[in-house]
């Protein structure tokens, strides 16, 4: 049985997952405007895995007969100042993902509700990845500076990120 208090905390992570897939969005249409296609399509394959986030988090809700609220979604950043500024961004946004979802199973341990503590555990997993893959380039974005020709090499080796579904 899913208490209503869980059930809210779920509804409000959808949506964080949500606006995570329409944050990675507007960071690859950014991308798209500089031509920089291998960057646009990493970030547009990052949009697509936050949605399937979330969906793996309304199926929880469903099998456990809980309601679904689908609140609005926020709007996302439209303008960024530079590559590295937008993974900068990025990565602070996992920092705040990480931090929702760490609150979420401390709520999930006072609450008793074992089932959502399995679930949460694999996204506590996932996050490390995020937080590490947004670290590392904006990291390679910080030593490549203004070197345009290593920032296409880059955009090659982005353009080959590959889906995980
Ligand atoms: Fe689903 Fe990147 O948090």
């Known amino acids: 049985m899913l208490s209503p208090t869980i059930q809210e905390a779920l509804n409000k992570q959808i949506n964080h997952e949500f606006y995570s897939s329409y944050f990675y969005l507007s960071v690859s249409a950014y991308f798209e405007s500089l031509n920089l296609g291998g960057f646009a399509h990493w970030m547009r394959l990052q949009s697509q895995e936050e949605r399937e986030h979330g969906m793996r988090l309304l199926d929880h809700l469903y099998d456990r007969n809980g309601q679904a609220t689908f609140e609005a979604i926020a709007q996302p950043p439209i303008e960024f100042h530079s590559p590295a500024e937008a993974f900068q961004q990025a ?69 080959e990120r590959e889906s995980d579904a």
């Open 91 to 159: 990565l602070q946004h996992e920092d705040h993902v990480t931090q929702s979802i760490n609150r979420f199973y401390e709520l999930a341990v006072q609450e008793k509700d074992y089932a959502i503590q399995v679930e949460l555990q694999w996204f506590i997993s996932e996050q490390v990845e995020e937080e590490k893959q947004a670290r590392q380039i904006l990291d390679q974005l910080k030593m490549i500076g203004d070197q345009g020709a290593a920032l296409y090499l880059l955009d090659k080796e982005l353009g």
